[in-house]
C-alpha cells in the first residue's frame, strides 16, 4: 500500500521565497460556527479583528463558506485601513474534509498569495509556533498532525465520529453512554454513569437513554457534553469512568506515536507537542496517561496545553510563507490575542 502524507504542506510553507521584508500578514481561522480574520502590523504590533459566519464547507456549503472567509478577511484590512496588495502573507485555515473547492474559489476571487490549509495545518503551528513538532487536537473530535524538521508531515486520526475520533469529547461521552447500559444489562461493572447518563440527558432510565439516542437522535456535540460529567465521576473516583480517559489517552497516543515516527520527530531534536481541546479540561485524568505514554515514544517530546487563539496559527504560517517567520515571537503573539480578543 502507497502510504503518502493524508496532508501535505503547500510549497509555499515547506520552500518559502519570501524575503521577510513585510509589514502587515493576514491571518484567517475558519471553523463550523465562526470565522475570525486578524490584520497583524508587524511595524507596530497591532492586530485588526473582523467575524463572519461559519466556514465549514461540510456545514454550510462551499459558495457561504468562501463569502465567510472573504468577508472576514476583507473586514480585517478595513479596519487595518491598508489594500489587500500591502499584505506581505495571507493564510487561511479552513475547517473541513475536503478544502480543495475553497482553495479553488479563494484563487480565483483573489490570487495564489492567499493560501488555504486544513484547519488541522493552523492548529499544528498554533501548538508549535510553525516549526517541528505535533499538534494533538481533542474537542468534540480529535485529530494529530505533526511536521518533522525536514517538513515531512503526516496526519492520524481526523476520520470523524463513524470511523475515528478516539479520545475525543464525543468517543468519551459515547463510551460512557455504553458503560452505563452494560452496567444496566450486568455484562460490565457497576459504575455511577448509570445515574449520571439518565438524569445529564433528561430521560427516566439507561434503557430509555437508548431510545432517545436512537430516536431523536443525538448531536456529535450533545453527545461530547456528557464528557464533562465522565470527568467529574473519575475525579470522584469511578473506577470505570477513570478507565475510560486511559482507553482514551491509549488511543490517541497511537495516533501521536505515528505521527512522531513517520515525520522523523523521534530520531531527532526536543520538540513540542500542542494539546489542543476542550478534552483536555480533563486534566491530569487524560494527560498524564497520555504524557506517559508519548515518552515511551519519544523521551524528549515538551507536551504542553496550547494556550493561542487558534487564528494565531494562520498568522504564523503567513509570517513563515513571507520570509518573515523570524519576526513574529509565538509567545508575544499569543499574549496580544489574548488582549486583542478580550478587548
Excluded at 493552523?122 to 468534540?140: D, M
Excluded at 487524560?286 to 523521551?299: D, F, G, K, N, Y
Aim: proline share 3%; charged share 20%; hydrophobic share 45%.
Amino acid at each position: 500500500m502507497q502510504r503518502n502524507s493524508l496532508v501535505e504542506l503547500p510549497a509555499a510553507l515547506t520552500h518559502p521565497t519570501g524575503t521577510g521584508e513585510v509589514r502587515y500578514l493576514m491571518g484567517v481561522d475558519g471553523g463550523a460556527t465562526k470565522t475570525l480574520a486578524a490584520v497583524l502590523d508587524l511595524q507596530s504590533g497591532e492586530l485588526h479583528l473582523a467575524h463572519a459566519g461559519p466556514s465549514n464547507e461540510d456545514a454550510v456549503g462551499a459558495k457561504a463558506a468562501v463569502e465567510a472567509l472573504l468577508g472576514a478577511a476583507e473586514g480585517a484590512i478595513e479596519q487595518a485601513s491598508i489594500d489587500a496588495s500591502e499584505l506581505g502573507g495571507a493564510v487561511l485555515a479552513v475547517a473541513g474534509t475536503d478544502t480543495e473547492s475553497i482553495v479553488r474559489q479563494v484563487r480565483a476571487a483573489r490570487s495564489e498569495a492567499w493560501i488555504v490549509v486544513n484547519d488541522v495545518v493552523g492548529a499544528w503551528a498554533t501548538a508549535t509556533g510553525a516549526g517541528p513538532g505535533v499538534a494533538v487536537i481533542s474537542g468534540t473530535g480529535s485529530n494529530v498532525f505533526g511536521v518533522g524538521a525536514d517538513a515531512r508531515a503526516w496526519r492520524a486520526g481526523g476520520w470523524g465520529h463513524l470511523l475515528g475520533d478516539e479520545g475525543s469529547g464525543y468517543w468519551l461521552g459515547l463510551q460512557s453512554i455504553k458503560a452505563a447500559l452494560r452496567d444496566r444489562e450486568s455484562s460490565g461493572p457497576e459504575t455511577a454513569l448509570s445515574d449520571a447518563a439518565p438524569r445529564f440527558f433528561g430521560v427516566q432510565s439507561v434503557e430509555a437513554l437508548a431510545s432517545f439516542v436512537y430516536s431523536k437522535p443525538l448531536t456529535k456535540g450533545e453527545i461530547a457534553a456528557f464528557a464533562t460529567e465522565t470527568a467529574k465521576l473519575a475525579g470522584q473516583g469511578d473506577e470505570v469512568a477513570r478507565e475510560l480517559f486511559r482507553r482514551g489517552a491509549a488511543e490517541l497516543a497511537e495516533q501521536v506515536t505515528a505521527v512522531i515516527r513517520c515525520t522523523g520527530l523521534a530520531d531527532g531534536e526536543p520538540f513540542p507537542v500542542g494539546l489542543i481541546g476542550s478534552a483536555f479540561k480533563a486534566g491530569a485524568l487524560l494527560v498524564e496517561p497520555l504524557r506517559e505514554a508519548i515518552h515511551t515514544c519519544a523521551p524528549q517530546a515538551r507536551i504542553d496545553a496550547v494556550e493561542m487563539a487558534p487564528v494565531g496559527g494562520s498568522l504564523l504560517l503567513a509570517a513563515r510563507a513571507s520570509g518573515a517567520g523570524a519576526r513574529l515571537d509565538a509567545t508575544e503573539l499569543a499574549s496580544r490575542l489574548e488582549r486583542a480578543l478580550s478587548a
